[in-house]
């Protein structure tokens, strides 16, 4: 079967995903595409997020690089940085969601959290297109829009989650949900001690 015999029509699966997510999460869990095929959608997403985080910025103006740096991080926030950033945080939400959701008797696959993982971000990333082009024509009202598009996206993303690992209610997608997040900032301290401890004990950069 090729990739895109493997495929139901996108279009409107994205819009079945945020209108019947239960649904639409069923249909995506069944897709199989090879692996390479979905880590690189994820680096897609995470580099046209960061675009479309830079153009939302560009309205208000504001700039996403311009926080604070503290002196233990060894790179400065670029577009490039960003996009690195946020491509390891979907990663590491592949893993910790998948074990997560296997810990507390969750049946989902490796493979099908990775699908999962993916196309949610690729929705996401829509709908927080769509919100932006909003923003453009009417600005408070794409201010209000984007709470109402965080809160679709949880909604959306508890569904996807009972479905991928088959619990049999949303309270246990919620705490899977929980718990990855939690396991995604525990790798984030843990990394940012162990570069600030070299950092100390290096004298510092240069």
């Not at 209000?144 to 049999?168: E, I």
């Amino acid at each position: 079967m090729s990739q895109a015999a493997s495929l139901p029509p996108l279009g409107p699966l994205v819009w079945t995903s945020l209108t019947r997510p239960a649904e639409a999460a069923r249909t995506v869990r069944e897709i199989q595409l090879p692996r390479d095929v979905l880590w690189t959608a994820l680096g897609l997403v995470a580099i046209l997020g960061v675009l479309g985080t830079y153009a939302l910025a560009g309205l208000v103006g504001a700039d996403p690089a311009a926080a604070p740096q503290s002196p233990a991080l060894p790179f400065s926030f670029t577009p490039i940085t960003l996009a690195m950033t946020a491509f390891a945080l979907m990663v590491a939400m592949v893993f910790v969601l998948h074990f997560a959701g296997q810990s507390i008797g969750g049946t989902g696959t490796f493979p099908e959290t990775l699908t999962t993982v993916a196309w949610t971000q690729g929705v996401f990333l829509v709908l927080d297109t769509a919100v932006i082009g909003v923003f453009v024509l009417a600005p408070p009202l794409g201010a209000l829009l984007r709470l109402v598009a965080l809160g679709l996206m949880l909604w959306c993303f508890l569904h996807f989650v009972a479905a991928l690992h088959r619990f049999p209610s949303l309270g246990r997608a919620a705490l899977c949900i929980a718990l990855a997040v939690g396991g995604v900032l525990f790798g984030l301290a843990v990394i940012l001690a162990i570069i600030s401890a070299l950092v100390f004990a290096f004298g510092g950069l240069t």
